[in-house]
């Protein structure tokens, strides 16, 4: 494969449509998959109150929406977030945003890769097939990791596909059980708060992290088409979708099995599976099957994809190593960023795989990757503020660029206040497991001071990208122009 010299290579212009960014912003968070597994974690901590809590998670993404819209409409490059927060706050926090990711990048992949696996041995289990969930998580990675290097339009309509079935297949059911009114009725229970601010502090936590993801589209913004028109229109519609479907998704499991046997819910490993036991056919449960396998996969291509771009865009402002700014002449993708990628996934989800086993694995990570991205939140609504007081000033609007970006920061912060130490004791380990992400970005900041005489090399060789004033511009420009 010929690759392009460091940080020569360009991405494939307009290689996406308003659709696939939409389905991109969607698919890459697995609104299904997150239904399956985070509502049984967020049950043990918050009840048949989840629903609430999902609902309020909703509101909280939607503001970071909101001030991630705002920037997208005025810059749009491959690095997305983490090129915002750099032109707006500098390379400092740019470096932060781009740590705190490769943490992402440690946690996501293999935290899927874990589950999935674990989900599709469970499965083929129940036909009489054996197969160990690490072979499973193996060939996914391989998958995802050829078919990322062949194409982003590729990546981006498989997952199109998968989104459109998941969410006809699961939503069926659950119109299923709320119409047959679930084990003792339909009722507002699951939409009241639960006693404790840490125990709905601790299902919020699941309810963003079933978000999580949803920003990757940003990083599409020298790939797509209209990007500063239309990645804004797929940050909304993602939560909407998600939220809705989140929402409606924990409701129908709550009275499915019961609001007053929400015990039973948290010690389900597959309860949509039961559910479809129990109000639809073995016909159905199949389908529930197929539908989280494949959101698992979508999730897990796209993820994949997007921080394989932060990398490129990383390498490309020299805060990476240049060769994971090389692209494929042929593809036109970042092939050593994504190869990359994987390697550090495999072996992260290979020895904490077999440590504490799949599951936990996936919670585990997403616990740690709620809190590792909760900060980059922070960052963007910050950016907020400062775009629109310095450079586009002209736009600057009171509400938008204060007081939604402040509202915001308190409801991303609070769960993980809510879950901390200082909130209150947790079960193990989830006591100490903020601390782990603390040490990190403790360790991410000695480091820009170590770091300080190539950030201001950096900073005079690229300078900071400009935040247009108009909506759209004729051509999409890179971070570094």
Same mark, same amino acid.
């Given at each position: 494969?010929?690759?392009?010299?460091?940080?020569?290579?360009?991405?494939? %212009?307009?290689?996406?449509?308003?659709?696939?960014?939409?389905?991109?912003?969607?698919?890459?968070?697995?609104?299904?998959?997150?239904?399956?597994?985070?509502?049984?974690?967020?049950?043990?901590?918050?009840?048949?109150?989840?629903?609430?809590? +999902?609902?309020?998670?909703?509101?909280?993404?939607?503001?970071?929406?909101?001030?991630?819209?705002?920037?997208?409409?005025?810059?749009?490059?491959?690095?997305?977030?983490? =090129?915002?927060?750099?032109? !707006?706050? $500098?390379?400092?926090?740019?470096?932060?945003?781009?740590?705190?990711?490769?943490?992402?990048?440690?946690?996501?992949?293999?935290?899927?890769?874990?589950?999935?696996?674990?989900?599709?041995?469970?499965?083929?289990?129940?036909?009489?097939? @054996?197969?160990?969930?690490?072979?499973?998580?193996?060939?996914?990675?391989?998958?995802?990791?050829?078919?990322?290097?062949?194409?982003?339009?590729?990546?981006?309509?498989?997952?199109?596909?998968?989104?459109?079935?998941?969410?006809?297949?699961?939503?069926?059911?659950?119109?299923?059980?709320?119409?047959?009114? $679930?084990?003792?009725?339909?009722?507002?229970?699951?939409?009241?708060?639960? =006693?404790?601010?840490?125990?709905?502090?601790?299902?919020?936590?699941?309810?963003?992290?079933?978000?999580?993801?949803?920003?990757?589209?940003?990083?599409?913004?020298?790939?797509?088409?209209?990007?500063?028109?239309?990645?804004?229109?797929?940050?909304?519609?993602?939560?909407?979708?998600? $939220?809705?479907?989140?929402?409606? $998704?924990?409701?129908?499991?709550?009275?499915?099995?019961?609001?007053?046997?929400?015990?039973?819910?948290?010690?389900?490993?597959?309860?949509?599976?039961?559910?479809?036991? %129990?109000? !639809?056919?073995?016909?159905?449960?199949?389908?529930?099957?197929?539908?989280?396998?494949?959101?698992?996969?979508?999730?897990?291509?796209?993820?994949?994809?997007?921080?394989?771009?932060?990398?490129?865009?990383?390498? %490309?402002?020299?805060?990476?190593?240049?060769?994971?700014? /090389?692209?494929? !002449?042929?593809?036109?993708?970042?092939?050593?960023?994504?190869?990359?990628?994987?390697?550090?996934?495999?072996?992260?989800?290979?020895?904490?795989?077999?440590?504490?086993?799949?599951?936990?694995?996936?919670?585990?990570?997403?616990?740690?990757?709620?809190?590792?991205?909760?900060?980059?939140?922070?960052?963007?609504?910050?950016?907020? +503020?400062?775009?629109?007081?310095?450079?586009?000033? /002209?736009?600057?609007?009171? +509400?938008?660029?204060?007081?939604?970006?402040?509202?915001?920061?308190?409801?991303?912060?609070?769960?993980?206040?809510?879950? @901390?130490?200082?909130?209150?004791?947790?079960?193990?380990?989830?006591?100490?497991?903020?601390?782990?992400?603390?040490?990190?970005?403790?360790?991410?900041?000695?480091?820009?001071?170590?770091? /300080?005489?190539?950030?201001?090399?950096?900073?005079?060789?690229?300078?900071? !990208?400009?935040?247009?004033?108009?909506?759209?511009?004729?051509?999409?420009?890179?971070?570094?122009?």
């Amino acid at each position: 494969m010929t690759l392009s010299p460091p940080s020569t290579g360009t991405l494939r %212009r307009n290689a996406l449509t308003a659709t696939d960014v939409v389905a991109m912003a969607t698919a890459t968070y697995a609104p299904t998959a997150a239904l399956y597994f985070n509502t049984p974690i967020a049950v043990s901590f918050a009840g048949s109150s989840v629903p609430f809590a +999902f609902l309020l998670a909703t509101v909280a993404m939607l503001i970071v929406a909101s001030c991630m819209a705002q920037l997208a409409k005025h810059q749009a490059t491959a690095g997305g977030y983490y =090129s915002w927060i750099r032109s !707006a706050l $500098g390379q400092r926090a740019g470096f932060i945003v781009g740590w705190l990711v490769l943490a992402g990048s440690f946690l996501t992949v293999p935290g899927v890769c874990a589950a999935e696996g674990d989900y599709v041995s469970t499965i083929l289990s129940r036909y009489g097939v @054996s197969l160990n969930w690490v072979v499973i998580a193996l060939i996914l990675l391989a998958l995802v990791t050829v078919i990322n290097i062949v194409g982003v339009r590729p990546s981006v309509r498989f997952g199109l596909v998968i989104l459109a079935v998941e969410l006809v297949i699961v939503t069926a059911l659950c119109i299923v059980v709320v119409a047959k009114g $679930g084990a003792a009725g339909n009722t507002i229970v699951p939409f009241k708060p639960p =006693s404790g601010f840490g125990a709905l502090g601790g299902a919020m936590v699941f309810g963003v992290l079933s978000f999580v993801g949803f920003e990757a589209v940003t990083t599409t913004g020298e790939e797509a088409t209209r990007a500063r028109r239309h990645i804004p229109l797929a940050l909304f519609l993602a939560v909407i979708i998600g $939220g809705v479907f989140l929402t409606f $998704g924990s409701y129908a499991a709550t009275i499915g099995f019961g609001v007053h046997h929400s015990s039973a819910l948290a010690g389900n490993a597959a309860p949509f599976d039961t559910l479809a036991e %129990r109000f !639809a056919s073995p016909a159905f449960r199949l389908a529930i099957d197929i539908a989280g396998v494949t959101s698992f996969t979508a999730s897990l291509l796209l993820t994949a994809l997007a921080v394989s771009r932060i990398y490129y865009a990383m390498s %490309r402002d020299k805060l990476l190593p240049p060769a994971l700014g /090389r692209v494929s !002449a042929r593809y036109q993708t970042p092939v050593v960023a994504i190869v990359g990628e994987a390697a550090l996934a495999l072996v992260l989800f290979l020895v904490l795989g077999l440590w504490v086993g799949p599951e936990n694995t996936y919670a585990y990570l997403g616990t740690v990757l709620v809190f590792a991205m909760v900060p980059v939140y922070v960052l963007i609504m910050v950016s907020t +503020f400062v775009v629109f007081r310095t450079s586009l000033r /002209r736009l600057f609007n009171p +509400f938008l660029h204060v007081v939604l970006p402040l509202i915001g920061i308190a409801v991303v912060v609070y769960p993980l206040w809510s879950i @901390s130490p200082l909130g209150g004791p947790q079960a193990p380990p989830y006591d100490y497991l903020p601390v782990v992400v603390i040490v990190y970005l403790v360790a991410g900041i000695v480091l820009t001071f170590v770091l /300080r005489r190539r950030f201001a090399q950096a900073e005079a060789a690229i300078g900071r !990208a400009a935040f247009a004033d108009t909506d759209e511009s004729g051509a999409q420009q890179p971070s570094h122009a």
